[in-house]
């Protein structure tokens, strides 16, 4: 079983920054792909950014490129997503997802976190 608690969600204004962490804790954690999704209200859950077990590969959605960047600190098996820029579209439920390899849908995850709030006021 693995264990996956996210942190940093909060409310700001638009331009400003957040730093988001989520740790996963459990068997083999350090060999999973973890990524970041995140779920506006009545929309779907979609993916944002994400990264491999060995940090080396990533993807990043086309709407955050250049403003978000995804890291991971694999002796902590701690993952991050920095967000500069931020818009008020960007207002969401960010999830942190553990799985086998790094994919783009939410099927491919099979670990969750239970969700921080993002919200960029205007």
């Known amino acids: 079983q693995v264990q996956v608690v996210e942190s940093g969600g909060g409310l700001v204004q638009a331009g400003g920054s957040l730093r988001l962490s989520c740790a996963a804790s459990?068997?083999?954690?350090?060999?999973?792909?973890m990524a970041w999704f995140r779920q506006a209200p009545g929309k779907e859950r979609k993916l944002v950014a994400a990264?491999?077990?060995?940090?080396?590969?990533?993807y990043l959605t086309d709407s955050v490129k250049g403003r978000f960047t995804i890291s991971r600190d694999s002796a902590k098996n701690t993952v991050y997503l920095q967000m500069n820029g931020l818009k008020p579209e960007d207002t969401a439920v960010y999830y942190c997802?553990?799985?086998?390899?790094?994919?783009?849908?939410?099927?491919?995850?099979?670990?969750w976190g239970q969700g921080t709030q993002v919200t960029v006021s205007s």
């Open positions: 459990g068997r083999s954690v350090s060999r999973y792909a």
């Open positions: 990264i491999n077990w060995s940090g080396d590969s990533t």
């Open positions: 997802a553990v799985g086998s390899s790094l994919g783009r849908l939410n099927d491919e995850y099979v670990y």
